[in-house]
């Protein structure tokens, strides 16, 4: 029997080729987060959440304690549990579960956000949302870029100052580590 590239072409499991790619790629888009520090709730929800700590019994690893961002989620509670069972809180791996949960979602919420600022540009909250977007991704001037551009708007907005103070300290942090 001979070598034949078109057997061995035949023999070769695209879709799940593909599939490896998507994700591989994927990640290497997202490299850039894994340094990215918690961020807003990730203090209530993973590091204040004593919830989490523990895998038994298990109604204790799907509920949340009052107030939390994960009350009334038990599956994200329980998904969290797992991720801290499985690494503490070392953040890389919450944010390598959250891509490849979320990939693909957060380039459609970045399209939505950019359109609606074309057609408004004074739209404080999808400034506000597309900087925790970008922030997600890392892109941490841009994000603070937007902040300030909803400040402008609404000076006052607590939470749109939260986040660019989060943004400019995250961006300094990451400076510092370079």
């Known amino acids: 029997m001979s070598f034949s590239f078109r057997n061995a072409v035949r023999g070769i499991h ?3 080729l593909l599939t490896e790619l ?3 790629a994927g990640l290497a888009v997202y490299l ?6 918690f961020l807003f709730d990730d203090y209530p929800t993973l590091v204040d959440n004593s919830h989490l700590r523990r895998l038994w019994p298990l109604t204790w690893a799907l509920q949340a304690p009052a107030d939390n961002p994960l009350e009334g989620r038990p599956l994200a509670s329980l998904s969290f549990a797992l991720n801290y ?3 503490g809180l070392h953040v890389w791996s919450y944010h ?3 891509i490849l949960v979320y990939q693909g979602q957060l380039p459609g919420a970045i399209e939505h956000y950019r359109q609606a600022l074309q057609s408004d540009p004074t739209l404080v909250e999808a400034h506000n949302n597309l900087g925790v ?3 997600q991704l890392g892109e941490l001037d841009a994000a603070s870029d937007h902040f300030s551009a909803a400040l402008r708007f609404n000076p006052t907005h ?3 100052r939260r986040n660019l103070a989060t943004a400019l300290a995250s961006r300094e942090q990451h400076a510092d580590t370079r």
């Open 22 to 24: 998507l994700i591989l």
């Open 32 to 37: 850039n987060t894994f340094t990215v520090p």
């Open 14 to 16: 695209w879709q799940g």
């Open 158 to 160: 607590a939470e749109v």
């Open 96 to 98: 390598v579960v959250n």
């Open 133 to 135: 977007v970008l922030i």
């Open 85 to 87: 069972a499985l690494s």
